[in-house]
């Protein structure tokens, strides 16, 4: 028997454990193993009922990710043919569900006549958010089970339930409390079974799913989310699936559910939904840090600075159980910003997402002070003031002069220099960045920013915070605007430009929404204000003084007073919600042009793709170059979780892997020469995309 599954007999109950760590992922060889010990205990007389479990206490995360593409995603025994012939054994199987069941996990529970789980199991059908549909039975076995309607949302969502949310709906059996054993539970309900003579599989309690549905269910469910799915291809194949479980019999719909998820496992989106599941697992491998790297203590944390920022890094950590003291200068200030967490909380509250109870207790987890001594024995201080380096240093000298030693001190600087805050303090190896989003407590990127002197245990600790407060970190070398901000500059700036060329904000918009990108860069930067990114610019000023027309139509903006939403004017004007373009936006950029003497012409579509993406990308493959980050992945999830980039495009180095290296070469030296003195002057190809197309790669790594 192969060591990736156990098998033993307990008087007449087969106990099949699955023991493939770390998640018993259903690649080729614990499929095998599995069919082999379930022949076993169908063949074996004594058996009257077998009972599957996880041998490590977690049932099972699905089918093997990292097998999609290649030829052993299919291997014999695939997971559909395996299943099947799971659900053709003719004694009882039991799913013995513990901590989670995902996809093929969730399927291969569904393949068993009866399922037993522990309360807080997570079940769910995630395929979606890989751009994939269930494809071993889900599709047609859940809708039988539970319904149509509670099956598509299941899938549509990708998000797990918990057994105990779900109790009665037919999907579990028997839900076993937290504090029982579970495995126990698993027996007792099978030995009922076999006392009662249960069937192998009873019957579906849904035969036929289309039951109670209105006549033009799909139609209309296709037509009210299309707008929604954007270009995603997996959302209509999972509506596709359990469609045809509505119109056809089982058999025939289990094959149209194989050749829809061949369809979606072929995909590009897929593949780069793909990518960027196992680039969030790589991200947290840092060099320097390693599962043996000691971790500091995060008991108590303290924010300075009440501001939207300030409160919603604090509300990260009161969500989690953590007390958190916010520091301001004055009063007013101070109860501002508790003031604006509260209503925040209120909204939540409003909605449903939150229990007064939940309320109540987050609110009393944080606590304000105008004085430094109160955040003396604090593990972890984190500054959250205004963008100037003098402002930051003096905050981190006082810092240094009243934290405990061992605290850590951390910045939410979004461009300064790292090194220079710490270079203020006698503790330069307790200082780091951390460089949340906005709206902190919803955005689920954290930039954490490595100073030159920054400790192992330091950065270990936080990127351990990080994932326990539902970020994902990404860390960052030292350099002007890390990987985010850094790249959004040539990105921005082509766009500022293409305006003077001629076209509009929103035509430059549209181009990128269509892309999939959530918002388009003229807008993101109304929404951000047009006044913070004018004091970006202000700060590197000499770096950019060569071109005269460097987001100039942004710093004339400024000057009007027109930073965007804040002001109900910037490259739109804001009437409530809406958004319309503003005409006077067009005559200004006339103007500019006039004065710098630039051309206006029609700007096409794929020029604006083309001038915003490669510079963009190529500043990506260039501090990749520089070591600023660790891998193109990590550059990926930046601008996923960060700037709205589609995970379906994979982020915007594995889109120039898709695209071809060689055409993004091509693309910025067809501009630097299409563009004159300007195409000098800003399209540099990235040496190392250089050094890559040159040798054949296809793939984005430093060589
Ligand atoms: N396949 C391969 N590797 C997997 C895996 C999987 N399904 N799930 C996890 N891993 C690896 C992961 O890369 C990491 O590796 C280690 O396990 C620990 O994971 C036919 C089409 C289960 C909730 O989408 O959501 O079934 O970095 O760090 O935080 O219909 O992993 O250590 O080398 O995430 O405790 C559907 C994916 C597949 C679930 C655990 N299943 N996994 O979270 O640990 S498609 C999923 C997760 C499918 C069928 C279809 C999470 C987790 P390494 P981790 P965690």
């Known amino acids: 028997m192969s060591h990736l599954v156990t098998y033993h007999v307990e008087d007449n109950l087969a106990l099949i454990g699955l023991a493939s760590k770390p998640v018993n992922a259903l690649g080729q060889p614990l499929r095998a193993a599995l ?26 995360a699905g089918a093997d990710i990292s097998e999609f593409g290649l030829p052993a995603s299919f291997a014999a025994p695939a997971l559909p043919d395996l299943l099947l012939r799971l659900t053709r054994i003719d004694k009882p199987l039991i799913a013995c569900i513990g901590r989670f069941a995902l996809g093929g996990g969730l399927e291969l529970a569904l393949a068993c006549g009866y399922r037993v789980s522990a309360a807080s199991a997570r079940l769910g059908l995630p395929e979606i958010n890989l751009g994939l549909l269930p494809g071993a039975g889900g599709t047609q076995r859940l809708p039988r089970l539970i319904g149509a309607e509670p099956a598509l949302e299941m899938m549509m969502s990708g998000q797990p339930v918990r057994a105990s949310q779900v109790m009665g709906q037919g999907l579990i059996d028997r839900v076993i409390g937290d504090g029982e054993c579970l495995l126990d539970g698993a027996r007792d309900f099978t030995r009922t079974l076999i006392a009662e003579g249960a069937p192998a599989r009873p019957a579906d309690p849904h035969p036929d799913p289309a039951v109670g549905l209105p006549e033009d269910f799909f139609a209309r469910y296709r037509a009210s989310h299309e707008p929604r799915w954007k270009n995603r291809l997996a959302p209509r194949l999972v509506l596709a699936a359990v469609e045809s479980a509505c119109v056809l019999p089982l058999d025939a719909g289990l094959q149209r559910e194989v050749a829809l998820f061949k369809e979606a496992e072929a995909s590009l989106q897929s593949r780069a939904l793909r990518h960027v599941f196992f680039a969030e697992r790589e991200a947290g491998k840092v060099a320097g840090v390693s599962a043996s790297t000691p971790l500091r203590p995060v008991n108590k944390v303290a924010v300075i600075g009440a501001g939207t920022m300030g409160g919603g890094i604090a509300m990260n950590f009161a969500n989690v159980g953590i007390p958190v003291t916010l520091l301001e200068l004055k009063p007013e200030a101070l109860e501002r910003g508790l003031g604006q967490i509260r209503n925040s909380y209120a909204i939540s509250l409003q909605r449903g997402k939150l229990t007064q109870a939940e309320l109540d207790q987050r609110m009393a987890l944080l606590t304000g002070t105008l004085d430094y001594a109160d955040i003396a024995e604090c593990d972890l201080v984190i500054e959250a003031v205004f963008e ?70 330091v950065l270990a600790t ?61 807008a993101m930067h109304d929404l951000a204000g047009i006044d913070v990114s004018f004091l970006v610019r202000e700060s590197r000023r000499d770096a950019i003084a060569h071109d005269p027309s460097y987001c100039r139509i942004a710093d004339e903006l400024n000057a009007l007073g027109r930073f965007g939403q804040k002001t109900k004017r910037g490259a739109y004007i804001y009437e409530g919600r809406e958004r319309k373009d503003d005409f006077e936006v067009i005559t200004l950029a006339e103007r500019i042009a006039g004065e710098l003497d630039i051309p206006r012409r029609p700007i096409s579509a794929e020029e604006i793709h083309d001038r915003c993406l490669f510079m963009l990308i190529n500043e990506g493959i260039q501090l990749l170059d520089e070591g600023i980050a660790e891998r193109s992945g990590d550059i990926d999830l930046v601008w996923i979780n960060g700037y709205g980039f589609p995970a379906w495009l994979g982020g915007p180095l594995h889109y120039a892997e898709q695209i071809g290296l060689d055409k993004v070469l091509a693309g910025i030296l067809h501009y630097r020469k299409a563009l004159g003195e300007y195409g000098e002057m800003w399209f540099q190809p990235a040496p190392l995309l250089e050094r890559l197309v040159a040798a054949g790669k296809t793939g984005i790594e430093r060589i």
Do not use: W
């Open 462 to 522: 936080v990127l351990k915070l990080g994932k326990t407060i539902g970020k994902i970190p990404v860390v960052s070398g030292v350099c002007f605007g890390f990987i985010g901000n850094r790249m959004l500059e040539p990105y921005s700036r082509e766009a500022h430009r293409m305006v003077l060329e001629g076209a509009a904000p929103a035509q430059i918009d549209q181009v990128l929404t269509d892309l999939g990108l959530a918002m388009g860069v003229m």
């Open 388 to 457: 100037s380096l003098p402002i930051k240093q003096q905050v981190f000298r006082t810092l240094d002069e009243v934290c405990k030693p061992g605290a850590i001190l951390a910045s939410n600087t979004s461009t300064l220099d790292v090194d220079l805050i710490a270079a203020v303090t006698r503790r330069p190896q307790d200082v780091i960045g951390l460089h949340f989003f906005s709206p902190a407590n919803v955005m689920r990127l954290l930039e954490v920013v490595r100073g030159k002197l920054t400790a192992p245990d």
């Open 35 to 60: 069919l082999e010990a379930c022949e076993r205990a169908a063949s074996d007389p004594v058996v009257k009922a077998i009972i599957v479990h996880g041998d490590n206490g977690l049932f099972c």
